[in-house]
């Protein structure tokens, strides 16, 4: 690809990479102690929260009811630093790591800092299931996705055409502008791992100030190719290619304008 994109001032407020891989029974409980140990320092907090669902089965149709029969389903760990903006999150079959914005807000880190920090924590995984004998980690899908949260003011909630490229003005409707408009897009990425998609959806939200704006959230999701940590990070950076060019793509010029577009 040619030179991405590239934004002094991204109205990005999250970012998430992560990987599904084979179940491992033993990533619960206290038997991942020693690998809290090693994160305590930089990553003192831990929550629980519900599992996640295989990245397959969220890929169609969107998030769907999940029905558990037997035990009570494994919980999902987050592992937070002491600035509440980087976090990692772990279950039997999942490793993600996440910047977000916080408050006071953070500034955004770019991509590096949170690729970089993926590649950490799958590396630590693997030493960690190797040495306690727990299998092998072996990667499936990768996943990319960014939240942009785009200040507009509330009558403009339903003119898309401000922030979506090609999108039709209502001017001529005899009611005007809606009051709301949220859109959702689907797109093929051949050319990455297999069946992978870009989904974008946009429409407003509250922003955790209680300020409301513009969500636009971007994902690319998909199989790797191959069952390695290299082949994973290589699915996540050619995703992540792929999802800042598609932002550009699909964003006005006035909106880049406001965000400082460099290149």
């Given at each position: 690809?040619s030179?991405?994109?590239?934004f002094?001032?991204?109205?990005?407020?999250?970012?998430?990479?992560?990987?599904?891989?084979r179940?491992?029974?033993?990533?619960?409980?206290?038997?991942?102690?020693?690998?809290?140990?090693?994160?305590?320092?930089?990553?003192?907090?831990?929550?629980?929260q519900?599992?996640?669902?295989p990245?397959?089965?969220?890929?169609?149709?969107?998030?769907?009811?999940?029905?558990?029969?037997?035990?009570s389903?494994?919980?999902?760990?987050?592992?937070?630093?002491?600035?509440?903006?980087?976090?990692?999150?772990?279950?039997q079959?999942?490793?993600?790591?996440n910047?977000?914005?916080?408050?006071?807000?953070?500034?955004?880190?770019?991509?590096?800092?949170v690729?970089?920090?993926?590649?950490?924590?799958?590396?630590?995984l693997?030493?960690?299931?190797?040495?306690?004998?727990?299998?092998?980690?072996?990667?499936?899908?990768g996943?990319v996705s960014?939240?942009?949260a785009i200040?507009?003011?509330?009558?403009?909630?339903?003119?898309?055409?401000?922030?979506?490229v090609?999108?039709?003005?209502?001017?001529?409707?005899?009611?005007?502008?809606p009051?709301a408009?949220?859109?959702s897009?689907?797109?093929?990425?051949?050319?990455?791992?297999?069946?992978?998609?870009?989904?974008?959806?946009?429409?407003?939200?509250?922003?955790?100030s209680?300020?409301?704006?513009?969500f636009?959230?971007?994902t690319?999701e998909?199989?790797?190719d191959?069952?390695?940590?290299?082949?994973a990070?290589?699915?996540?950076?050619?995703?992540?290619?792929?999802?800042?060019?598609?932002?550009?793509e699909?964003?006005?010029?006035?909106?880049?304008e406001?965000?400082?577009?460099r290149?």
């Amino acid at each position: 690809m040619s030179e991405l994109p590239d934004f002094a001032n991204p109205p990005v407020i999250e970012v998430a990479c992560g990987v599904q891989f084979r179940p491992i029974a033993g990533l619960r409980g206290m038997a991942l102690a020693p690998l809290y140990n090693q994160w305590r320092e930089r990553f003192p907090t831990v929550q629980e929260q519900p599992p996640l669902p295989p990245m397959e089965a969220s890929t169609v149709g969107g998030p769907g009811v999940q029905i558990f029969l037997g035990n009570s389903p494994d919980v999902r760990l987050w592992f937070i630093d002491e600035s509440g903006r980087e976090v990692i999150q772990i279950q039997q079959d999942r490793l993600i790591v996440n910047w977000r914005e916080g408050e006071p807000r953070g500034r955004y880190p770019r991509y590096n800092s949170v690729r970089d920090n993926l590649e950490s924590r799958l590396s630590d995984l693997s030493n960690f299931v190797t040495q306690e004998n727990l299998g092998k980690l072996e990667i499936s899908h990768g996943e990319v996705s960014y939240i942009n949260a785009i200040d507009a003011p509330e009558e403009d909630f339903g003119a898309l055409d401000k922030i979506l490229v090609g999108w039709p003005k209502f001017a001529d409707h005899h009611l005007g502008n809606p009051k709301a408009a949220r859109v959702s897009l689907d797109f093929s990425v051949p050319d990455v791992g297999e069946m992978t998609s870009l989904r974008v959806s946009l429409g407003p939200g509250g922003r955790s100030s209680g300020e409301i704006s513009m969500f636009m959230t971007m994902t690319v999701e998909g199989r790797t190719d191959g069952a390695s940590s290299d082949a994973a990070l290589a699915f996540i950076d050619a995703a992540h290619d792929h999802l800042v060019r598609s932002f550009a793509e699909i964003t006005t010029a006035a909106q880049h304008e406001s965000w400082g577009r460099r290149s």
